[in-house]
């Protein structure tokens, strides 16, 4: 494998967490690869994000121009085959998300590539790269290889690499004309929605406490609220508890729901079905309370107990308080 290529995304002029973290899958790759790491900037305005990269990455290709203020995928995804048609073999990192998931397939087609998405672990063996998915509604944990291995496109599950800056790269920034008309393109960019906002975001907590159906059919939501509190941590849930109208929508953690990349993930009364730990990126440390000791999620656990809810979660916060002083 000669070249690692990453593609840097943005909004609103700032490089996005999907951007570092391919950065670090990238790194891995072109050690274990001895290849060229090299990030693939189109934006508008493109220095100050250039200047972050160039501190993290050895090679910084920036094509700079208005076309690409926002990821507009077709734009993105003709310049990429200008881009990789020349470089013999490589592998393309990106994130997971909507903008590039737009335009990964097609662009692996056109590059005659071979493709894997929502990744959550790469390695080299034998000199073959070898990548780690979920199948059948994240049932099943599959390690693939692919055929055509010299030209390779990747999507990354968010949450799943760890970025450490380092700022010691001292790379250097090349900048390349537009190789696009903008003229002919089709898609143009409207307007951003913002999904709707409560009073919290669990998609970027550190620390949750999540409830699900073991906590009975009249609970006590303050008792939660308050561990909740004492942890430092955001309230969060499983389906069951929107569908009684506990709490809004926008607590619920799950592939129907908010996808989550806590440090610590404790489940309270969640008997572990996969649409939910489907939305629990990363690996955070997870503590499970159930008293079902067959319950699902003790399989994944980190540490579990099995017990009421209501006799544990009391004694819990009473412990965190003690250790807090």
Known sequence: MKNIYVLAEHRKGALRDTTWEAIAAGRKLASDFGADLTCVLLAKNAGPMAELLVAEVPRVMVIDDPVFETMNSEAINLTLIEVLRPSGSYVLLMGASNSVLDFAPGLSVALDAALATDCFSLEVKDGKLLASRQMYSYKINSIVSFKNS??????????SFGFSPSGAAKGSIENVQCLIDPASLRKRFVKYVEAEKGDVDISSADIIVSIGRGIGDEPDLD????????MGGVLACSRPIVDKKLLPKYHQVGTSGTEVKPKVYLALGISGAFQHLGGIKGSPLLVAVNKDP???IFQVASYGIVGDLN?????????????KG
């Open 223 to 230: 008792i939660f609220q308050s561990l909740a509190d004492t």
């Open 150 to 159: 010299d030209r390779v496109v990747l999507t990354l599950r968010a949450g």
């Open 311 to 323: 006799e544990v979660v009391p004694v819990l916060e009473a412990k965190i308080k003690e250790l």
């Open 294 to 296: 067959r319950a699902p």
